[in-house]
């Protein structure tokens, strides 16, 4: 029998991209369950916002742990033991080990804020407006052990407008991304066999 994919989101921050994942989740046809949100902060505030939606919410904060290695095998053992299917990044500002990524290949998804593969890393809106470009945009793809390197599951484009800053471009390009990212996971998820 066909059945949701039990996703886990990972978050370091407000997470408006975890809460936008959790709204699209509640639709019946949906194929993935936000079932546990993780951040590496304690002070992050998007646990709190995942309670109130009522998902299971936990922090793990990456300075309880002597090495990379030891956060991600304590990040992947509590994985594991929510028997999660799918990890969605959404603004978890960690890079993650080739242990843990080799771990769960093929079952971690991202959303960066360009069109990759232009400006992979931090300052992306910044970088587009000093480069000229007229379009910025985001992506949502498969992660792999290179830093936003993995294969593109979705993008969307935004206008760079005359006078944008970063800060204005961001907030646009972040709408974007509430819009892509549920429907890039939907179409992921589903691809590895999982329905709603």
Not at 65 to 75: G, I, N, S, V
Not at 95 to 103: R, Y
């Amino acid at each position: 029998m066909m059945r949701k994919a039990r996703l886990a989101i990972l978050i370091s921050g407000r997470g408006s991209n975890m809460v936008a994942l959790a709204e699209a989740a509640k639709a019946p046809d949906y194929p993935a369950a936000p079932v546990l949100v993780l951040a590496n902060r304690a002070d992050a505030a998007g646990l709190e916002t995942a309670r109130a939606m009522g998902i299971a919410a936990e922090a793990l904060p990456h300075r309880d742990f002597a090495t990379r290695a030891d956060f991600d095998a304590a990040l992947s053992a509590r994985l594991k033991a929510a028997a999660i299917d799918v990890i969605a990044l959404a603004g978890f500002m960690r890079i993650l080990t080739p242990g843990f990524i080799a771990d769960w290949a093929g079952r971690i998804v991202n959303i960066h804020p360009s069109l990759l593969p232009r400006y992979p890393g931090l300052d992306t809106h910044a970088r587009a407006i000093a480069a000229g470009d007229s379009t910025a945009g985001c992506t949502v793809h498969v992660v792999t052990d290179m830093l936003d390197d993995g294969p593109p599951i979705a993008q969307a484009h935004v206008p760079i407008l005359p006078g944008d800053t970063a800060d204005s471009l961001s907030a646009r390009v972040l709408v974007a991304e509430h819009q892509l990212y549920p429907q890039a996971l939907a179409t992921y998820v589903r691809a590895l066999g999982f329905a709603g």
